[in-house]
């Protein structure tokens, strides 16, 4: 008899926990990923301002995989599921939507930028969700410099060195503070005409504080430490506009010609793909077993997945993708073995940080409540920690320890990608002779 057919869709916190519970399981398991690598989204920020390489915050699937028999990785995109069926459809470079069968079923494909209705404003501020776009908002970040040192007019300078994150929740907090050191440490010596300590760092958010997850205390302090290394927090106003010269917000246009976007979040389409209920943001209602109702076969998990537990959503945060992730796995190996399955699923909060800047931090865990250095370390300890390899997180330990004492970046490269150069080709730039007088 062949065995039972597992298809995990999506290899990020949820689908890799997954995984990895069903690796002695009797089953067939198939992970199937549109990128070939495992993401820690947690430290892309670190990309973005050059802190980190991107192979330091990313693994290929296949290599966490290579020692778990029964586990084969796929390179492809899924289009849909047929539930009737019971299969999904995946797409790559050569085949578009290949049928391929399954017994179990676990949709863990994250979410993507949500511009709040404002699909316009993506041409001119890039989010932060891939390796792509830590690399481009790093290009842009560097480029920024550069045009700067080369400009003769000062006046243009501070357009130029202007820098805005839209979203103050943990991205752009832990983006602008990475960001204010980046240029008031590691490039200070670096230009002759411009001074890089004076790039000006804006963090624009509609609510009333920064970290809105975290207390009132901790928000505060955040803010505080914010405004010591220099960024200028704009709170209480959405940005009306973005365009390529900067942003409109509460009437004032900021100029700039490096605007990031750090706010809101969208599901993966899984929900228009099963067809089944969802709440507001387009997540997947799903049980208290992590099925979808009235599909026992069929697991959401992670940031796609909507569940409340005492009353309130679960977090999109990579504890709970992890941890959904583990009990789906467990969950199907224990109905394969013919084992009782496990009790319902119970998020257990483990806490939340941030990062603000050098050697400070926020942590809330339960009554816990705490900000500084102390929480600092306890973020970099729990961060090397969940990277997915042993390397990875040597590595990431060497190069902070090197930053810190250094104030050094690992990589400020900046690399441009088929289309991205500085100097566009003559015919795309004008249609005009370049010597139209002779
Ligand atoms: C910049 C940033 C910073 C963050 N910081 C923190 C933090 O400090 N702490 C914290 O707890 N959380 C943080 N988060 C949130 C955390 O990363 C997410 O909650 C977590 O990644 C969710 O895991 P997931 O497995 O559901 O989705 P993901 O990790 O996003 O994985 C989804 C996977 O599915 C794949 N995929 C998607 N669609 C398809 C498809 N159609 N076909 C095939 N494959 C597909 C993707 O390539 C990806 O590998 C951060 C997120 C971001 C973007």
Known sequence: ?????????????????????????????????????????????????????PSQIATPIRSIFRNQKNTTVILGEVTGVDKAQK???????DRQNVPIAYDHLILATGASHSYFGHNEFAEYAPGLKSLADAEAARNRILQAFELAEAEEDPSRHRDLLTFILVGAGPTGVEMAGALAVFVRTTLKSDFRRINPASARIVLVDMAPRVLGPFSETLSKAAKQRLEKLGVEVRL???????DADGIVVAGERIASKTVIWTAGVAPSPAGKWLNVETDRAGRVRIQKDLTVPGHPEIFVVGDTASLDQNGKPLPGVAQVAMQGGRYAGKLIHSRIVGNPPPAPFSYFDKGTMAVVGKGFAVLQSWKVQVSGFGAWLTWAAVHLQFLATSSLRLSVFLQWAWTYVTGQRGDRLIVYHHGEELVKPVAEVSAKPVFAGK
């Open 1 to 53: 008899m062949s065995k039972p057919k597992v298809i995990i869709v999506g290899g990020g916190f949820a689908g890799l926990a997954a995984a990895k519970a069903l690796g002695s399981t009797p089953a067939e398991v198939i992970l199937i990923d549109r990128t070939n690598h495992h993401l820690f989204q947690p430290l892309l920020y670190q990309v973005a301002t050059a802190a980190l390489t």
């Open 236 to 242: 209480g106003h959405s940005v009306d506009h973005i």
């Open 87 to 93: 299969c999904v459809f995946v797409s790559d470079a």
